[in-house]
């Protein structure tokens, strides 16, 4: 049987995102524009639509994930991003949530420290058009300090803590949007940073798949 992916991504949008209260409208156009089909490995594509994180690659480092499409989305509208906006996109993978981010602001800086998906993130984003986002190969608790400062970063994943150095590449005024914590303990965080002070508050529980290259160091307990 042959799937049809438009039908699918306007049921994910009906069912996966407006159920979960994502009511920005460039935001919900942005998915239904971006066929996220093409961001999964071949054999996975049936499942590109799912209400889940869809395995793209197992690493030395760790497993890469497609983040499920609400928890995702929310975390954007959580950001507010605006038509002139930068972006700072961790842990990009094969490009999808860049392409998404695309539609919604100026430009976008994607980083990724695994080659293989930073070489399918480039391959993949001009066949659709897209020319605002850069692709950089690199560690991804190191952002991209060369581009910085930017309006919002956005992180891929869920993590123990956020380094202190992409606090240092928002702009006065950015925003910094990810999910703290494993499994069912994980919390979406919105910070803010005025006046060079960064600032954090709780926004909703998310459950999603860990990035790789976050996790808090071990203390030493007497």
Do not use: W
């Not at 590449?169 to 303990?185: H, S």
């Not at 940073?193 to 290259?213: C, H, W």
Request: net charge negative.
């Amino acid at each position: 049987m042959t799937l049809n992916f438009e039908d699918l991504r306007i049921k994910m949008v009906d069912n996966q995102l407006r159920t979960t209260d994502v009511t920005d409208k460039p935001l919900l156009q942005a998915f239904l524009d971006v066929p996220r089909e093409k961001f999964v490995p071949s054999a996975r594509e049936p499942l590109a639509y799912i209400d889940d994180d869809v395995l793209l690659a197992t690493t030395e480092a760790g497993a890469r994930y497609l983040m499920q499409p609400s928890p995702f989305a929310k975390l954007l509208q959580l950001a507010t991003i605006h038509p002139d906006d930068t972006v700072l996109d961790i842990g990009c993978a094969t490009g999808y949530s860049a392409a998404v981010l695309a539609r919604i602001a100026r430009s976008v800086v994607a980083v990724e420290n695994e080659a293989d998906l930073a070489d399918q993130a480039r391959s993949i984003l001009p066949t659709l058009g897209i020319e605002n986002v850069e692709i950089v190969q690199g560690a991804l608790q190191s952002g991209c300090p060369g581009k910085a400062p930017f309006d919002v970063i956005i992180i891929e994943g869920s993590v123990d803590q956020v380094p202190g150095t992409l606090f240092e590449q928002l702009k006065d005024g950015g925003r910094l949007v990810v999910v703290e914590g494993a499994g069912n303990a994980g919390k979406s965080m919105l910070y803010l940073k005025s006046d060079g002070i960064v600032s954090g508050r709780r926004a909703f529980n998310s459950a999603v798949k860990p990035l790789p290259g976050f996790k808090k160091a071990a203390e030493f307990e007497f």
